[in-house]
Structure formats: structure tokens, C-alpha cells
């Protein structure tokens, strides 16, 4: 499974980018909003230090807006992917870029249902937000499985990118469902770097290190 950085926060970004765990950024409204930066000159500079698929979300609501928008963010580079809302009128600004061969990542993906449908209208990626479902009580990872199992039986090529992940586990299991990317904040992907013996073990070493003779 692939893993993607879930931010806008180019320190983060840059800094994930040097673990060399990464290979694509996603970014939503609300991300970009918490930078308090212009929206194109964030993605410009995000492109600047990742070379994989950068998704950028249209805030239309209708299919000839997302469509104007898709255009004019697709000019920022040749990585940026367009992030679409699962609507009908998403659905249409779908098929229409993937005729023009513009990605596309449908998003706020929470039914089976949905992500076919995405898959169908020639989506390049469907995100499932497994946090969002868990946060209602539900089981978000169902969803991911789901997907997971219909296109594979239907030999789908869309991909599917776990989103809204929590913590460390979502990652876990959504690899083991076999899902094919999983997009990660970047306090998870630090998290997930991490273990408690790990540091213990250096520690360790490093006590043991200091009876070492030296000449
Ligand atoms: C997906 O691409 C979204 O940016 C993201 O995963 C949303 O997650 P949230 O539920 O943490 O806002």
C-alpha cells in the first residue's frame, strides 16, 4: 500500500518527503484554510517538493464550475490531481475531465455504493473517509473493504485511498484489506514511526556502549 501525506502544511510535507515514506499529498479546504495562505500558491509550492499525485479540491457545486476550476488548477503542474465531492453534479464534472485526461479523486466517498459509482463516471481514485464513519459509531473500515472487494471482483482500476484516518491501526488495517493508498496526517506518520522499546532498545545500546573499553 502506498501512503500519501493528508496535509497543506508544507513543513510537514517537506519533512514526511525526507522519511522517503510518501509519494502524493492530499489536500482538502479545510487543510488549506488552517494555513491562512493563498490556495494556488500553496499547492505551487507543495509540487515544488513532491513528485507523485497532489490532489486539489474544487469548491463548485455545480459540474460546469468544477469543470472551470479543474482547468485552471490542472495549469499549476502535470502532478495535480481534482478533487471532486460525491455528487451528481460531481459525478458529471468526473466524466467530462476524464475524457480531457485530467485526474480526478472523488471525495467524502462514505457508501460502496458511492465509490462505484465514482469509479463508473472514470475517477482516477475514490476516498472512503473510514474516520468520519467510525466517529458516528459505525465501522469505517467495513467501507474500505467493501470497495476493496468490488473492485476487485469487477476489475476496477480506480484506486482506492483510505482517508480521515485517526491513528496508526486505520493505516494497518487498511493495508491488510488491501487497500491501495492510504492518505495519513502527519502526526499519524509520526506516530507510526515510533515504539516505546524502540527507544528503550537505544537507550540500551547506548548504556552498554559506555563500558566498552577505549583505548
Ligand atoms: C481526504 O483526502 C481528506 O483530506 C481527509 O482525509 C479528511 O479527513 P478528516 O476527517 O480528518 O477531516
Sequence with gaps: MKMFIDTANVDHIREANDLGVICGVTTNPSLIAKEGRDFVEVVKEITTIVDGPISAEVISLDHEGMVKEARELVKIHKNIVIKIPMTLEGLKAVKILSAEGIK???TLIFSAAQA????RAGATYVSPFLGRVDDIGSVGMTLIEEIVDIFDIHGIETEIIAASIRNPLHVIDAARAGCHIATIPYNVLIQMAKHPLTDIGIER???DWETVPKK
Excluded: D, E, I, R
Design 205 to 207: 545500546f547506548l548504556k
Design 116 to 119: 462505484l459509482m465514482a469509479a
Design 104 to 106: 480526478t479523486n472523488v
